[in-house]
């Protein structure tokens, strides 16, 4: 079963969207959220804890969400974390890329909560 | 005045028309460079139909974000436990509906870059035209030097980009 007190964060460049996501995750009953502004912040974070996921934006400044689901995959430490990209992006090459590096699923922006929930099960495993 | 007098103003004359149909060539020649066919052939059309889906999606998040309210409006009070999950359920479709602002936001950018693209030619055509054309350089697309910058492509018009169904088959 997951554990529904494990710590997630949640990257993104656009508050509100921090705050949909955020809202979505505890209404599925999450509790431990935390919320990075782009990439490198969200790096910086996770060398200081242990996130049982992260949800990414894809286009952030200064690093992206495709550099920083990279930086993850190559660090020892870090590599395990589950990794779902949450984006506008939806071209096919984004999707293969990401997938490439190693990103555990893809949501494409809008969505809707039932979405979110399905591809949480996905990564994550029943809840 | 004498017909030395009037046989230099001729040559003066003749001489500041060259000087003119000389800029105007110069001139010509510096705006060419400045042509830029991808602006009128892909960067306005694809602002313009940004501001059509801007315009689309804020209408539907608007419709959504209502229905929900209105929903909402006529929950039936006497049963506290069915209410109370109709009004958390259209709170969780205002929630979602609210997304329009991170894509709208990234459609907006898109439309501002374009915006830019021509105010730096009309800036490019005006020091053309004044004579400070040497500084010019021809109109040509910026390479993107990081790779996956060509990734960065933002939202996709209708019909662009792929639906979430074709990529959880890729993930299934």
């Known amino acids: ?127 | 005045m004498g017909p030395d007098d009037a046989s230099a103003r001729v040559r003066k004359l003749t001489q500041e028309c060259v000087d003119i149909v000389r800029t105007i060539l110069v001139a010509r020649r510096e705006m060419g460079k400045l042509h830029d066919p991808s602006l009128r052939e892909i960067h306005l059309p694809r602002a313009s139909e940004e501001i059509g889906a801007i315009l689309a999606l804020t209408e539907s998040a608007t419709n959504d974000i209502m229905l929900a309210a209105e929903d909402m409006m006529s929950v039936d009070f006497k049963n506290p436990e069915l209410a109370a999950e109709i009004v958390n359920d259209q709170c969780m479709k205002i929630f979602e509906a609210c997304s329009f602002q991170d894509i709208t936001g990234q459609r907006i950018s898109s439309v501002l870059k374009t915006l830019q693209l021509v105010e730096k030619k009309i800036e490019d055509l005006e020091g053309a035209w004044s004579g400070a054309s040497s500084s010019i350089q021809p109109a040509a697309e910026a390479a993107p030097v990081d790779p996956d910058a060509a990734l960065l492509n933002g939202p996709a018009l209708e019909g662009e980009g792929i639906q979430q169904d074709d990529i959880d088959r890729l993930f299934a």
Not at chain 1, 41 to 49: T, V
Not at chain 1, 60 to 68: A, I, R
Not at chain 1, 78 to 91: D, H, N, R, W
């Open chain 1, 1 to 127: 079963m997951v554990d529904m007190k494990m710590p997630i964060l949640i990257v993104d460049d656009y508050r509100t969207m921090l705050r949909i996501v955020r809202n979505l995750l505890v209404k599925l009953g999450f509790s431990d959220i935390d919320e990075a502004s782009d990439g490198s912040q969200a790096l910086s974070m996770m060398k200081g804890r242990e996130y049982g996921l992260v949800i990414s934006d894809w286009n952030m400044q200064p690093m992206t969400g495709f550099d920083l689901l990279k930086s993850v995959r190559a660090d020892t430490q870090l590599k395990a974390t589950p990794f779902i990209m949450v984006t506008a992006e939806s071209k096919v090459e984004n999707v293969v890329a990401a997938r490439q590096a190693g990103v555990n699923n893809y949501i494409i922006k809008p969505f809707s909560a039932a979405v979110l929930k399905a591809k949480l099960k996905t990564v994550l495993g029943e809840f």
